[in-house]
């Protein structure tokens, strides 16, 4: 499935309406640059899965998990910082990916090879400054 975006705003709207398709145990792997929007994607799923706005943090930054709750647990990791597979692991990596949580993790690439093959992928390319292209592979029932 293929979107475009042409603000934050409705890149927001989209991540809520595929949030209320998740159930618990989904994965979600965000790919894209720097500023493309996976954050930002990621609230407006958390908003979908029903936390409340004021939950929200704006990104894990220096801490690499946020935990959420909504209908499940939701796991918000981001990867960015973390240099190599054994730093990803030390977090519990696989403890969230297979609890009984939603998992959304930002920068995936980095723990590429732990996803598992039912992960959810969802790429974010920027076209200009407002413009956002949201490829999203196995998602279903949405
Ligand atoms: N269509 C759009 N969709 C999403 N964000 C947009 C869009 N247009 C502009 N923006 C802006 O782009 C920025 C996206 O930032 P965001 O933190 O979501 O990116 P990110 O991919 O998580 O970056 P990082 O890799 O640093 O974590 C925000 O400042 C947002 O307001
Ligand atoms: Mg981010």
């Known amino acids: 499935m293929e979107f475009h975006t042409k603000?934050?705003?409705?890149?927001?709207?989209l991540g809520e309406k595929i949030g209320a398709a998740l159930k618990p145990g989904d994965i979600l792997a965000f790919y894209g640059e720097l500023g493309s929007g996976k954050t930002t994607m990621i609230k407006g799923i958390?908003?979908?899965?029903g936390v409340k706005e004021e939950d929200i943090v704006k990104s894990p930054s220096f801490i690499m998990v946020n935990e959420y709750k909504g209908q499940s647990p939701i796991?918000?990791?981001?990867l960015y910082r973390v240099?190599?597979?054994?730093?990803?692991?030390?977090?519990g990596f696989d403890d969230y990916l297979y609890g009984n949580g939603v998992c959304l993790i930002e920068w995936?690439?980095?723990?590429?090879?732990?996803?598992?093959?039912?992960?959810?992928?969802?790429?974010?390319?920027?076209?200009s400054f407002q413009e956002r292209k949201i490829t999203?592979?196995?998602?279903?029932g949405f």
């Open 46 to 49: 958390a908003l979908g899965l």
């Open 83 to 91: 240099k190599n597979l054994g730093e990803v692991l030390s977090i």
């Open 108 to 127: 995936a690439e980095k723990a590429e090879n732990e996803l598992p093959q039912n992960t959810i992928k969802v790429e974010l390319t920027t076209l």
């Open 75 to 78: 796991f918000h990791i981001d």
């Open 7 to 13: 603000s934050s705003e409705e890149t927001i709207e």
């Open 136 to 140: 999203i592979s196995g998602l279903t």
